[in-house]
């Protein structure tokens, strides 16, 4: 996979007062949320220049997945850097592709200021493709791995990864 | 760390209405969630037999904590299982401790059935012990230290890590 | 509709970290979520002793409602009475029924010790008997009408209405 | 109080994934959040024009209130008008005063596209200014109603309430 440090993939989140902890900042399972909504501003916008052969510039990646089939969550990793308090302007998270496999890929993220002066948490979420029916995994089309390698970035370096594990 | 499967420590979880999203199932950040009530209530109880020297066995791990300092989320990981339906009946969390440093440590857990008998997710959280003057890590206690080390359990063994990462 | 204080039904709910507002107790939005889990567990469990002429002890209320239809939540309100704070036990939701129509029905609420020595707050909702193809609402039925009498009581007595409105 | 449609208070809400239940639409009590997230920016921006003697434009509602006491949630009622569905353009939120007694106030919403186009719900929340020391009310200053005059527009028609209670 060609590196680029991450492919300018940038989603506004809107801080909400409920979530704010009783630590007076936003709780670190919420930030999950945020990513879960960068993911699916992603997958539903359209695909524009990631678009690949069989695949038009106005379909959205969820269009590629398909109706039986859909992408799982397998799992999460999320380290957090900087605390988040509450304000009326909003955070925003970076997303982009770190790794694809036959019916996996892996999205990165941090969830930063705009301009990348501070970041609050970075992350990854092993995703897979299933199908509906039988609840299978599924190889990756030509389309799909098309506009996920347009999206590809550097990996996450995580920082805080315990050596013991 | 004296090697045990898990130390018993388990938590029930009720699933509500709200934790189920439009694809029917517990929503996956919802299980961090889950982990979050999980700790909160390992935390608060009464420690019983897991007091050491300094603590008295109706102290909580809050209490060795103090009220100057704070166990900081450092990291989480999680990886899903098994889809979990809406129910009645709560979910149960495993709670144990799978690493000590000097002023961190880490939880392991599983969201399962009680008896284990169906796995759900398996997820570790590290935590830091922070001043809240100075906002720097400080040197767990030896009464921390002790009841830390009577949760002690074995490492998760997560199945979907990625080898590229 | 025969007044009785209320019928009896109540439902435990376990009060999590993330209910807690940066105020330091239960989000006033949070009670909401309490109120929908005492619904849902109401609506799916076995009518019992509410079963009438064309249901079966076994069945559940949302059983009578069919898959063709749903029950919408028309309006709710809710008075706040007392500031409700975190703890390891739960909080107990009365539930029962205040009002039925021909196609509409109102439940009754209060979140309470389970003693009912302290109300937090007090609630109704309004329901409405909607058919998902036509999306308009239809008349409640015989055996449906039976169940909602059985769960009736009086009306909530709301305190803090305001006169102007 | 001079009655003015709405004085022109309205705030966009980001929707959430999470805010879809498993009925495929924004959940009831969601829309609670919505109510309070619209409360919370009015509260906390520059009062502006409805800066009056004793207060500076660039001071909030917030800081009219003072750090001693609090503006409590007493009541909420809401009714429910059209469904809401997950889309990526934000859903806006109307907010304005209909009430003002001697230490307490009502906020009026509404829930509606920026147009006024269409309208999901309308709302109303009974607020109370509370000091945190002796938790008891206090009558609100000349500042505090001039800014609440200026915000103050007609009380909102409700058409669910239920003629029985």
Redesign the interface.
Known sequence: MESKKHPGLQF???I???D?????HV???TF??YL??AR??LI??SLGAAAGEGAAEEDTFYDLVGKGN?A?????????LEPLS?R?V?VYVNIWV??MGGSSF?FGYSVAEQDGAKVYAQA?S?MVLVSKETGKPIRLTDAQRHALQEWSGD??N?R???K??
Do not use: K
């Not at 704010?20 to 007076?24: E, H, K, N």
């Open positions: 506004p989140i809107q909400r007062f409920d704010i902890d009783s630590y007076g709780n670190n399972v999950l949320t879960q909504d699916v501003q539903h916008r859909f799982l969550v397998g799992r999460h990793e999320i380290e957090y509450f009326p909003p770190t790794h892996e990854t092993g990996p996450v995580f805080r990864r315990p013991s594990s």
